[in-house]
């Protein structure tokens, strides 16, 4: 076919207006941090983007007040200058999987949580599984864990929004136990995973080692490190921590998970989705610097781009 010069012209004006393929990994930060961010969300989306990150990760408790109007709130991230990655499903919505008699309510809150979030284009929905009670999960809080689980997934997708379930210490769905039992009576088509690396390395399990198992079922990572001791998996559980005086998570870079080792499975196996940036508490530093720390960490160790749209 002959392309004469008027469409040449056209054809070379029109290729930068063409859409940039989406890079495989996209980096967030949850900005839920204890020492300055846990009670003003904005002031946390307003420091995070200043040092650097698009994306945003959160939780529901935080946005009560904009379940009826959405539009709301994407104007007020819009005009910080951030994008959620996902919003968490957290109080006052029904948590608690494990018990039947309240499924029907726990569903009906968090298609309502599904539909919120598909106004600010997030394409996962990252859940928790509920608080853990003392007497820790029995197999049959599992088999209800996963049932309402798959149930949520396929509601969900329907909604064209992925359900990932989060692994959390202190939660009903904590350990390797509860993990492979979750995953393994749920449909990898409905229920992802989030591997989050320092409470996985918490609960025992080395997070690479889970990484390379898991493989495409992982739709995001949650970033924080641990204590180097700990690295490859804690030796004790640790119950619940001060947070504030001993804080068990820490800044990128700190020792305690092996990013390099997981950064080069991810590339090995093609994998794409969200690497997202969490700390729990940050009492010896501003927020805003404990994720400047990390921000560093992930471009100078790792060669990834924060910043990137």
């Not at 499903?89 to 599904?114: C, I, Q, W, Y």
């Not at 870079?253 to 093609?270: C, E, T």
């Not at 927020?287 to 781009?305: C, N, Q, V």
Request: aromatic share 10%; glycine share 8%; hydrophobic share 40%.
């Amino acid at each position: 076919m002959t392309v004469n010069r008027r469409q040449f012209l056209t054809s070379a004006l029109a290729a930068p207006l063409a859409a940039a393929p989406e890079p495989r990994y996209r980096v967030g930060i949850t900005t839920n941090t204890r020492g300055g961010w846990e009670k003003d969300v904005f002031l946390s989306f307003r420091e995070a983007r200043e040092v650097g990150y698009r994306y945003v990760e959160s939780f529901m408790s935080y946005f009560v007040d904009y379940w009826e109007r959405p539009e709301d709130l994407r104007k007020k991230i819009e005009e910080i200058g951030v994008r959620f990655v996902t919003i968490s499903n957290s109080g006052p919505m029904e948590t608690h999987f494990e018990d039947p008699a309240r499924h029907e309510k726990l569903l009906a809150d968090h298609m309502r949580l599904v539909r919120f979030i598909k106004h600010f284009g997030c394409a996962h929905l990252k859940i928790n599984l509920g608080p853990r009670r003392p007497t820790g999960t029995t197999d049959e809080d599992l088999r209800h864990m996963a049932a309402a689980a798959n149930e949520l997934g396929k509601r969900s997708a329907a909604e064209g929004v992925r359900l990932a379930v989060h692994a959390h210490m202190w939660n009903q769905f904590e350990n390797r136990r509860e993990i492979d039992y979750v995953l393994g009576h749920t449909e990898a088509k409905y229920v992802g995973f989030v591997l989050d690396t320092g409470h996985i390395t918490l609960a025992g399990i080395d997070p690479v080692a889970l990484a390379r198992e898991m493989g495409h079922r992982v739709v995001e990572f949650h970033m924080k490190d641990v204590k180097p001791e700990n690295r490859g998996g804690a030796k004790t559980r640790l119950d619940r921590p001060d947070i504030m005086n001993d804080p068990p998570f820490l800044p990128l870079g700190s020792g305690g998970v092996d990013y390099p080792a997981l950064k080069a499975h991810l590339d090995k196996i093609r994998w794409r989705g969200w690497l997202t940036v969490e700390l729990d508490s940050s009492p010896f530093r501003p927020p805003k610097e404990s994720a400047r720390i990390s921000k560093d960490y992930l471009e100078k160790t790792l060669g990834l781009k924060v910043d990137a749209a």
